[in-house]
């Protein structure tokens, strides 16, 4: 085992132990807080499959803005800090045979049949990524209307988040 | 190469043990009195008004999701930024409507009042 | 790898750009006007709306290239640009039966989410790659969201918005894990490069139907086909009715777009696949949606069962898996979203003045208002497909595209349903020919902007059963790019 698997290894342990938290919690602020661990752990996983500008968005995105906003969405909610009822309902553990089919499912297929047969495209590995990710969100060849189109949803978001807040 | 990350994974590890050494000094050394004042919640130094575990107001939700939208902005404006002298002018046309779409949002929440506190 | 644009690609994106270009002038207006004007907002999007129809159909028009645009994620093709212009079409009809809702008609956010929404279906229905296609979808989805629950303070319509948003992250979840597990093990988000991969094998059959399943989760729910239909009456009668008309025939076109054009082209070398699950889907959707329908008090929720069903029947022409059967299914698209915007505009009609949606409530309504009741006349029967209206032509194309492809089950099914369905149509067309009610010296007035659509409607619906060549050649167009 390289130095890498023993790493990939412990942040995986990381990740799933809180993931599992995040679902098990009773006190949906310290789920929260779990949540935030759990997407931390998938920062430090993208560190080592060398998408560095990806974990950078991780830290900054996820867990910078979308954690707080649950975090203030919990606390705007009642009775949070004092929970009652249970957190799992009958159906938990259809869910979870479900879950376990699919994870050994996807193994499966996985190890039969490696990763996928087309060579992926190549990038140079080096922190010149971003660069590259700069160039192709802008190239009309690549991704300027996913781009462009990104914006507008998040104008409409932003309309949607005010209208729905706002006092009439 | 991930090893240019090893100086922030040492930063976290120091940080957090020194968090875990200085809680576990308090307990060992910090004489162990519990009076009525002392088991209060903190809120500044001042009596705490009203339970610390009451609703917040939806506003703060308000700023949260404004946060988000312009955080998410900067995150595409950093590759492109990188590049951009070498890209040439459609890509600074192509940022700009990028930008201005969402200034049009900025001024949206601006008018109907989103950005005032009260 | 920086290339450089064109005019074809400027023209491709030229629906988008000019509702883009609506949404500011909406939004300038809105600004500048005060509560009084602001009904005149519904004026600007729905001439706005149809200004970008008539220039898009003589600038816009597609070649007869392939038409891969932007490097690959988007297609100007006649599926795509057919499909823009009915969205467009059926945004202009809902702008206008907005204008006089009360506490929605001189929302400016109305009007912007409108637009905003319709952006997000045309690309939707040009879309050739998954990010694209995703991010298209969830700028559809996402002003709906909001234009469900649109009215605040109503409890109905709040729950409406917010059950629409639950089912719909959900769903729209499983499909972007069915995407993203397409990505991983084709190592392509091109629609077509994913049908090269899996044309050469290269992708495990249980794979291949475990994606093909999770992203139908995802359209299904957009097209509202069983077992993903339990939204539909819900969201349907507690959201706005103009808001509920959108939903059932702009929306659910939409997802029909996207549904033809990822089975027929990323799944296409599968196709024995899932021919027989969708086939199940819809002789489940027709058949539930029917039956649950004959229950129903409420005419919104009424329609609701009877928008699932439609949705079974559209279908019939996908699993026919021919031209014949896909120009069926689109024609069918066609007429059903003219025919329910119509239904759903004649019950905002009603509903302003009566208050109620139920059933009840349209006694006697061909005496209050004969010429409302004669529009509710020729859309009923089209929904339950009787000549000379478009519903019925639509029907028989399905039908026979089934027969066809020896899928005489389907058929047999098909016409079972259509049977169901003409009772509840005419229970309700019982209710406004034949009951009487005390207020019937009551008139209903229709304003101008409804009567404006409602007349518009009613005569497409005439003529989409009568006159059918033009109608018929344009869905072949459409339907050839796929074959």
């Given at each position: 085992m390289t130095g890498m698997d023993s790493l990939f290894l412990i942040f995986a342990v990381i990740t799933l132990i809180s993931a599992f938290l995040v679902v098990t919690t009773k006190n949906l602020f310290h789920a929260a807080l779990w949540l935030i661990m759990t997407l931390f752990g998938v920062a430090a996983i993208y560190v080592l499959l060398n998408a560095f500008y990806l974990a950078v968005i991780q830290v900054i995105v996820?867990?910078?803005?979308i954690a707080i906003l649950m975090i203030f969405a919990i606390m705007l909610t009642q009775r949070v800090m004092n929970p009652s009822g249970r957190?799992?309902?009958?159906?938990w553990i259809i869910a979870a045979l479900l879950g376990a089919f699919m994870f050994i499912g996807l193994v499966i297929i996985s190890m039969q049949?490696?990763?996928?047969?087309t060579t992926l495209p190549q990038i140079s590995?080096?922190?010149d990524t971003v660069s590259e990710l700069g160039q192709a969100l802008v190239s009309p060849n690549a991704y300027v209307i996913p781009f462009e189109v990104a914006s507008v949803l998040l104008l409409a978001a932003l309309i949607g988040a005010i209208f729905v807040s706002r006092k009439r | 190469m991930a090893i240019e990350f090893l100086p922030i994974a040492i930063l976290f590890v120091l940080a957090i043990a020194l968090a875990v050494f200085i809680v576990f000094l308090g307990s060992i050394f910090g004489p162990k009195r519990y009076i009525n004042t002392k088991m209060m919640p903190y809120?500044?130094?001042?009596?705490?008004?009203?339970?610390?575990?009451r609703r917040m107001n939806v506003r703060f939700y308000l700023i949260a999701v404004l946060f988000i939208l312009f955080d998410i902005e900067v995150i595409f404006f950093l590759p492109w930024a990188v590049v951009f002298r070498s890209l040439g002018l459609f890509a600074l046309i192509e940022m700009l409507v990028f930008i201005g779409i969402l200034l049009v949002g900025y001024v949206y929440a601006w008018k109907k009042g989103a950005l005032e506190w009260e | 790898m920086f290339g450089s644009i064109n005019t074809s690609m400027i023209l491709a994106i030229l629906p988008e750009i000019m509702l883009f270009i609506l949404a500011g002038f909406v939004f300038v207006f809105d600004l500048v006007w005060d509560d009084s004007q602001r009904r005149n907002l519904g004026w600007i999007s729905a001439g706005g709306f149809s200004l970008i129809i008539m220039i898009s159909l003589m600038l816009g028009t597609p070649g007869s290239?392939?038409?891969?645009v932007w490097g690959g994620m988007l297609r100007h093709d006649w599926l795509g640009f057919a499909f823009k212009m009915l969205f467009l079409f059926g945004a202009t009809i809902t702008a206008l039966f907005a204008?006089?809702?009360?506490?929605?008609?001189?929302?400016g956010e109305f009007y912007l989410l409108l637009i905003f929404s319709t952006l997000g279906m045309t690309l939707m229905a040009s879309s050739s790659n998954l990010i694209m296609l995703y991010l298209s979808i969830e700028a559809t989805s996402l002003p709906l969201y909001i234009l469900a629950g649109f009215?605040?303070?109503d409890d109905k319509s709040t729950e409406a918005g917010f059950k629409y948003f639950l089912f719909g992250a959900m769903a729209s979840a499983i499909m972007l894990y069915g995407f993203s597990l397409l990505y991983g093990f084709?190592?392509?988000?091109d629609l077509d490069a994913i049908a090269g991969v899996i044309k050469a094998g290269g992708m495990n059959p249980v794979l291949l139907v475990g994606t093909l399943l999770m992203i139908l989760v995802g359209f299904g729910f957009k097209i509202s086909?069983?077992?993903?239909?339990?939204w539909a009456p819900d969201v349907y009668e507690g959201a706005p009715t103009v808001v509920a008309g959108f939903l059932s025939t702009a929306s659910k076109a939409a997802g029909f777009t996207v549904l033809i054009r990822v089975l027929l082209t990323s799944y296409a070398p599968a196709s024995d696949t899932w021919m027989m699950v969708l086939a199940i889907i819809s002789t489940l959707t027709m058949t539930l949606g029917n039956t649950l329908a004959l229950?129903?008090?409420n005419i919104k929720r009424l329609l609701a069962y009877s928008s699932i069903a439609h949705a079974g029947y559209i279908l019939i022409g996908v699993v026919a898996i021919s031209e014949l059967g896909i120009t069926g299914s689109i024609f069918y698209i066609i007429v059903y979203l003219i025919t329910n915007l119509a239904a759903f505009g004649i019950v905002s009609v009603v509903g302003r003045i009566t208050g109620s949606d139920e059933?009840?409530?349209?006694?006697?309504l061909s005496r209050r208002s004969p010429w409302l009741g004669l529009a509710m006349l020729v859309v009923f029967l089209s929904l339950a497909g009787?000549?000379?209206?478009g519903g019925f032509i639509v029907k028989v194309l399905v039908l026979a595209s089934a027969v066809k492809a020896k899928l005489f089950w389907l058929a047999f099914v098909g016409i079972l349903n259509s049977i169901i369905g003409l009772y509840y149509y005419l229970i309700v067309l019982k209710h406004v020919y034949l009951y009487r009610s005390e207020?019937?010296?009551?008139e209903i007035p229709v304003t101008r902007p409804y009567a404006i659509g409602l007349i518009v409607l009613t005569i497409g619906i005439i003529l989409l059963g009568v006159v059918i060549s033009p109608w018929f050649n344009v869905s072949t167009i459409a339907a050839k790019v796929l074959f």
């Open positions: 996820y867990i910078g803005a957190i799992f309902n009958k159906n049949t490696g990763a996928s047969k590995g080096q922190l | 809120e500044s130094g001042m009596t705490p008004i009203g339970p610390g575990t | 290239d392939s038409g891969l204008m006089d809702v009360e506490d929605l008609g001189k929302k009215f605040k303070d084709s190592g392509t988000t086909a069983v077992p993903f239909h339990f229950a129903q008090k059933i009840s409530a349209y006694d006697g009787m000549p000379p209206f207020n019937e010296q009551v």
